[in-house]
């Protein structure tokens, strides 16, 4: 069985500033895990993903995240936040053939 | 691009009502789920299918039922509307069972029950 929890329902940044955002995992098989992007109205969009190869891993529009199976995360962060990556995050862990487990959301305001 | 189509994006409906919600995928994939999604909660996993006519229930499907008869579309059915099914609700797909899991979804379809 998998589970997700992010830890903040709500981060606050000003712009230029890093972004963190974090995700611990339990999975009793090694997890595929994923963040995923919500702008308001719509549908989830990845940012990126891990499947067991390189361990810090790059997405789009800047972001990346370190898997670290000693501390069961998969952080999320952005050096320089921009005004547009106001949205809600969501990470995601999978067995593989199993459905995606999400936690539930972290709310991404940016403070010009 | 993977392309999940949600034929409704809003619906309002009456408590009691019978609602349909269609979701189409062009890309083939095998699997689909149904999520609804509530502030604070996250994505909550109604229902799944991974391959035509099967289908398997997943942590929240009281009060819903679902429909797979051609591979392209996963409907999702609320036999008698209830106000507490008001909720976003997600359509996802991804191309077989045993690959990274990655989803793909659709633009979801916000419905709201009185």
């Known amino acids: 069985a998998q589970s997700v929890t992010q830890l903040g329902s709500h981060v606050s940044v000003s712009e230029g500033a890093l972004v963190l955002l974090r995700c611990n995992y339990s999975?009793?098989?090694?997890?595929?895990l994923f963040w995923y992007v919500q702008y308001p109205n719509q549908g989830l969009q990845l940012l990126l993903k891990?499947?067991?190869?390189?361990?810090l891993v790059k997405g789009i529009n800047g972001f990346e995240a370190e898997f670290k199976k000693s501390e069961t995360s998969f952080h999320l962060t952005k050096p320089s936040a921009h005004m547009s990556d106001a949205a809600e995050y969501f990470c995601?862990?999978?067995?593989?053939?199993?459905?995606?487990?999400f936690g539930k959301g972290t709310r991404l305001s940016v403070i010009a | 691009d993977v392309k999940v189509t949600q034929s409704s994006r809003y619906l309002v409906k009456r408590t009691g009502e019978k609602v349909f919600l269609e979701c189409v995928q062009d890309?083939?994939?095998?699997?689909m789920f149904w999520y609804r999604q509530d502030p604070g909660l996250g994505l909550r996993l109604i229902y799944f299918?991974?391959?035509?006519?099967?289908?398997e229930k997943g942590d929240i499907p009281e009060g819903y039922s679902v429909s797979r008869e051609k591979k392209e579309r996963f409907s999702l059915i609320l036999e008698s509307a209830s106000t507490n099914q008001t909720s976003m609700y997600l359509c996802?797909?991804?191309?077989?069972?045993?690959?990274?899991?990655?989803?793909?979804f659709g633009e979801g379809s916000r419905l709201t029950v009185l």
């Open positions: 891990y499947t067991s190869a390189a361990t």
């Open positions: 996802a797909s991804r191309p077989t069972a045993g690959n990274t899991g990655e989803l793909f």
């Open positions: 299918s991974y391959d035509v006519k099967m289908k």
């Open positions: 995601a862990v999978s067995g593989g053939n199993t459905p995606l487990v």
């Open positions: 890309m083939d994939h095998e699997n």
């Open positions: 999975s009793s098989v090694p997890p595929y």
